[in-house]
């Protein structure tokens, strides 16, 4: 499997691949790197941000406040899609995304009056 790291502005290119029991990477410059590689070839996590819908028709950015699994980003972005929220929203508020078999927290990240 090849990809590109995405853990620093250099953007290595990765080689990963299986011998054995082992996952080996090339093509990192650091230990990041290698981490990275590992985690994108056995489990492939990413935090999500994205916009949520607030009640005056304005909208406030926000992410999870952990990675998801990759395969789950959809759902998230579908679940906060149909969300609408209070105006009164602030940054750091949090609420509790309840997916089938995912437990995350959202975090508002930006609001219109902050500039989002
Ligand atoms: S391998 Fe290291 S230097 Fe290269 S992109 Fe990843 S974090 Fe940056």
Redo the contacts with the bound molecule.
């Keep these: 499997m090849n990809t590109?790291?995405?853990?620093?502005?250099?953007?290595?290119g990765?080689e990963i691949e299986k011998v054995g029991d082992e996952v080996r990477v090339s093509g990192?410059?650091?230990?990041?790197?290698?981490a990275?590689g590992k985690a994108e070839f056995i489990h492939p996590v990413r935090t999500v941000t994205t916009l949520v819908k607030l009640e005056d028709g304005s909208v406030a950015s926000c992410k999870t406040d952990a990675p998801v699994p990759k395969e789950r980003v959809s759902d998230v972005v579908a679940y906060i899609g149909a969300l609408t929220l209070g105006k009164d929203v602030k940054i750091g508020d949090r609420f509790h995304a309840h997916l089938d078999g995912l437990d995350t927290d959202i975090i508002i990240t930006g609001t219109p009056t902050s500039g989002c």
């Design positions: 590109i790291c995405i853990m620093c502005p250099m953007g290595c990765l990192n410059t650091c230990k990041r790197g290698e990275y």
